[in-house]
C-alpha cells in the first residue's frame, strides 16, 4: 500500500472501494475530460497512457488527478515521480476509459459555478504541535441542468489521512467519506484534493476509523449549499486546457548537507517521527545526488466562467490562495486542483521552516513561488482564450 512510510504490510482487505470518476466538459468542437482517482498519486507515464487511451474515444484532451487516499494500492509515489506498477496502470486506464464513455453518453447541455465554503473543525497545519483554529476553505463546482443541481465538483484542501499507518484496509478514506455524505440519487460528485500539502486532520480528528471518516465527510457536506449558478444563459465555449512546462532545481548541495540541515525539536511523538522519516529521504536525495532539473506540467483550464488549475505535486494552502489571489484581478474563480497529471512532491516556499515537508520535497526552496508565477500566468490565459472564443463564437 502507498502512503505511509512505517507501513510494514500489504493490502489485507477492503474497508470501502476506490474509485475513478470521471467529468466531460464537450462542444462541437472539443472535449476535455477531468479523471480523479482514489489513488495516493498519478505518475506521468500513466497520465499519458491514459491521454493517448482517451484520444481514441473522443477526448480531445485530458488530465488525470489523485485524491491522494493513503489506503490505495502504491502507484510509484516517490518524491520526484516513479513509475506506475504494470497492474495498477492497466486498472486505471481501463477504469478511466469506461468511465469516460459513461460520461459521455450522459452528456447534456449544463452550466458551471463556482462557490466558496469555510468549514471549521476539519483541518488543521499538520506540522504544528498545538496549531490555532482554521476555517477550511473547500471549493465546489456546481453543475446545473435547467434549475436542477445535477453534479458537484468538490475540492478539498485537505489530506485525506483519517485512517492511520497501520491501517491495511483499502479505502478512499475522507474523499470517500465527502462522496457519500453528498450523494443523491438525481445527482452525481466527484470529489478532489487541492492544495494540501501542509493540512490534514491529525489534530482535529476524534478517532482513526470510518466512522470517523463519515463524521467528517457529513461535517463538509453539512456547510455545502449548492445552488445554480446566476449569469449568462447561453453556450459557453470549451477550449483546449493551457499547459507550461517548468523548469525545477533539484535541491542544491548546501540543502542536501546533513551537518547543515536544522532539525526542529517537537514534543509531539507522531510528528517527531515523521520528522525522522523525512530525514531518511533527505539522505536518500543526497546519495543520488540529481543535477538536471526537474520538469513539471502546470496547466489551466476554463471551463464557462470557472478557471481549473492543476498542479502536479503537494502546495501548501497559501501557495494554493496565493494562485487565487494572483489570478483574481483578471479571473473570476480559480480553483486549485492538487496532485494532477504528475506527481513531483512537496513544494516548499522560500521561507518555509525545517519540517518533513521541506526535507521530503526533491526541489529546492522557493519552488513554490515558481510554480505560482507559472499557474497563474497559466489562468489568465486560458480565460482570455475562452473570451475571446465566446466573443467569436456570438
Not at 434549475?147 to 478512499?172: F, K, R
Not at 453556450?235 to 536544522?262: H, Y
Not at 526541489?363 to 497563474?376: M, N, Q, R
Request: neutral net charge; contains cysteine; proline residues 7%.
Amino acid at each position: 500500500m502507498g502512503g505511509y512510510v512505517d507501513r510494514s504490510q500489504g493490502v489485507q482487505g477492503v474497508l470501502d472501494p476506490i474509485e475513478v470518476h470521471v467529468v466531460t466538459f464537450a462542444d462541437d468542437g472539443h472535449r476535455f475530460a477531468l479523471v480523479v482517482a482514489d489513488l495516493i498519486c498519478v505518475n506521468v507515464d500513466v497520465v499519458d497512457r491514459i491521454r493517448t487511451a482517451m484520444r481514441g474515444i473522443g477526448v480531445s484532451s485530458c488530465w488525470v488527478a489523485a485524491t491522494h487516499t493513503h489506503a490505495s494500492p502504491e502507484a510509484g509515489c516517490f518524491p520526484g515521480g516513479g513509475v506506475t506498477p504494470r497492474p495498477v496502470g492497466d486498472r486505471l486506464v481501463a477504469a478511466s476509459l469506461a468511465a469516460a464513455r459513461h460520461a459521455m453518453a450522459s452528456e447534456r447541455a449544463a452550466r458551471l459555478g463556482a462557490t466558496r465554503t469555510l468549514v471549521s473543525g476539519l483541518a488543521g497545519r499538520r506540522n504544528l504541535a498545538n496549531p490555532p483554529a482554521m476555517d477550511i476553505p473547500v471549493d465546489t463546482i456546481v453543475v446545473t441542468a435547467g434549475t436542477d443541481v445535477v453534479g458537484l465538483i468538490v475540492i478539498s484542501p485537505v489530506h485525506p489521512t483519517v485512517l492511520p499507518a497501520d491501517n491495511n484496509q483499502v479505502s478512499a478514506d475522507l474523499s470517500g467519506g465527502i462522496r457519500r455524505a453528498l450523494s443523491a440519487p438525481d445527482r452525481w460528485v466527484l470529489v478532489a484534493t487541492g492544495a494540501a500539502g501542509d493540512i490534514s486532520t491529525r489534530h482535529t480528528r476524534q478517532g482513526t476509523g470510518r466512522p470517523e471518516v463519515d463524521r467528517l465527510g457529513a461535517r463538509v457536506a453539512g456547510r455545502l449549499k449548492p445552488s445554480p449558478p446566476v449569469g449568462h444563459n447561453s453556450a459557453a465555449p470549451v477550449r483546449p486546457p493551457v499547459s507550461r512546462n517548468v523548469r525545477l532545481r533539484p535541491k542544491q548541495p548546501a540543502e542536501l548537507d546533513a551537518s547543515a540541515r536544522p532539525t526542529p525539536q517537537v514534543g509531539d511523538g507522531r510528528i517527531r517521527l515523521v520528522l525522522q522519516q523525512g530525514l531518511r529521504i533527505a539522505e536518500e536525495q543526497a546519495a543520488r545526488r540529481r543535477t538536471e532539473p526537474y520538469v513539471v506540467e502546470v496547466a489551466a483550464v476554463h471551463l464557462d466562467g470557472v478557471t481549473i488549475v492543476g498542479v502536479p505535486g503537494e502546495m501548501f494552502l497559501e501557495l494554493g490562495e496565493a494562485i487565487r489571489l494572483g489570478a483574481g484581478d483578471q479571473v473570476s474563480d480559480v480553483v486549485v486542483l492538487g496532485y494532477a497529471n504528475g506527481y513531483l512532491g512537496y513544494l516548499p516556499t522560500r521561507d518555509t521552516p525545517p519540517c518533513y515537508e521541506t526535507y521530503a520535497s526533491p526541489v529546492s526552496a522557493g519552488s513554490g513561488e515558481i510554480l505560482v508565477e507559472a499557474a497563474v500566468e497559466a489562468a489568465v490565459e486560458a480565460a482570455r482564450d475562452h473570451d475571446r472564443s465566446r466573443r467569436n463564437s456570438v
